[in-house]
């Protein structure tokens, strides 16, 4: 079954979303981070994104992986591996009903995938005519292939790579 991509308009309610989320996952991982980010489009106020909150889980090195997984199990989260990504474990959850959609990552303070999220991220948040044409592009990718995921990540994927070159990161690929 295909998704439908939905692309909206900034909304404000983003940053309590993250809290909310970030504050369920606080009694289970404090005292085990370094912190918790809110990445992604939602994190940028004034860009349009998908309503999903991408959250980095921010762990000293691998070590801690383990203890983190477990804490994380026991309040309903799976860890999936990778996902083909190297430096950031995904999980995927369940009983979260009452919580936004969101997307959870882990990854160690030094990993190359989240220094590219926070980089970003901190660009954009500075930049509004950066947000502006982000937003537009994102716009228009969810107009043109509105079934389609990996058509409409291809059509954005050229804004991120210049924004990557221009703060003098490299691509994932």
Same mark, same amino acid.
């Given at each position: ?45 004034g860009l349009s994104a998908k309503p999903i ?24 989260y799976i860890h999936e591996g990778d996902l ?7 999980? !995927? *959850?369940? #009983?979260? %009903?009452?919580? @936004? ?12 995938e989240l220094k590219r999220h926070i980089a ?44 990557? !070159? *221009?703060? #003098?990161? %490299?691509?994932? @690929?």
């Amino acid at each position: 079954m295909k998704k439908h991509v939905v692309v909206q308009t900034y909304d404000e309610n983003w940053k309590k979303d993250f809290v909310d989320i970030r504050d369920e996952l606080n009694v289970v991982l404090n005292g085990l981070v370094l912190g918790i980010e809110h990445v992604g489009s939602t994190s940028v106020e004034g860009l349009s994104a998908k309503p999903i909150i991408d959250i980095d889980v921010v762990i000293q090195d691998r070590t801690s992986l383990p203890s983190v997984i477990s804490a994380l199990q026991k309040i309903g989260y799976i860890h999936e591996g990778d996902l083909g990504v190297p430096g950031r474990e995904a999980f !995927k *959850y369940s #009983g979260k %009903e009452h919580l @936004k959609k969101h997307h959870l990552y882990v990854c160690a303070e030094d990993s190359a995938e989240l220094k590219r999220h926070i980089a970003f991220r901190d660009y954009l948040r500075e930049n509004p005519d950066a947000v502006a044409e982000y937003s537009r592009i994102k716009e228009e990718g969810a107009r043109m292939y509105p079934w389609d995921i990996d058509k409409y990540i291809e059509h954005k994927t050229p804004f991120i790579e210049k924004i990557y !070159k *221009y703060i #003098g990161l %490299e691509t994932n @690929k």
